[in-house]
Nanobody, 123 residues
Framework: QLQASGGGLVQAGGSLRLSCAASGSTFSRYLMGWFRQAPGKEREFVATISRSGVSTYYSDSVKGRFTISRDNAKNSVYLQMNRLKPADTAGYYC??????????????????WGQGTQVTVSS
């Protein structure tokens, strides 16, 4: 089970840190990712991090502004979001995939999903 938190309302240029806590003792076996979905749009890839945390990958739209990280001892993955833009407004979802790797992941590849946390960036 994945539980995302940390969303909220922020002005453009501001920052937020999302957290996703996983239950169970096998967290380190999963590649973790963040996705987002705006109203009327498809769920889109944001970032992934490998099981060990060594490899990360970002969509072009967030590269250089967002940072994904994980703490396997705390069964948690994080998304630090800086220099937020109104275009970043969406529901943000953490997800887990059974197989490791790196790079882009489509939503259909992910095996488990959290419930989402809303991020709203005002102009």
């Amino acid at each position: 089970q994945l539980q995302a938190s940390g969303g909220g309302l922020v002005q453009a240029g501001g920052s937020l840190r999302l957290s996703c806590a996983a239950s169970g003792s096998t967290f380190s076996r999963y590649l973790m990712g963040w996705f987002r979905q705006a109203p009327g749009k498809e769920r889109e890839f944001v970032a992934t991090i490998s099981r060990s945390g060594v490899s990360t990958y970002y969509s072009d739209s967030v590269k250089g502004r967002f940072t994904i990280s994980r703490d396997n001892a705390k069964n948690s993955v994080y998304l630090q979001m800086n220099r937020l833009k109104p275009a970043d407004t969406a529901g943000y979802y953490c997800a887990a995939r059974n197989t490791d790797g790196g790079g882009y992941c489509s939503a259909v590849e992910m095996n488990y999903w959290g419930q989402g946390t809303q991020v709203t960036v005002s102009s």
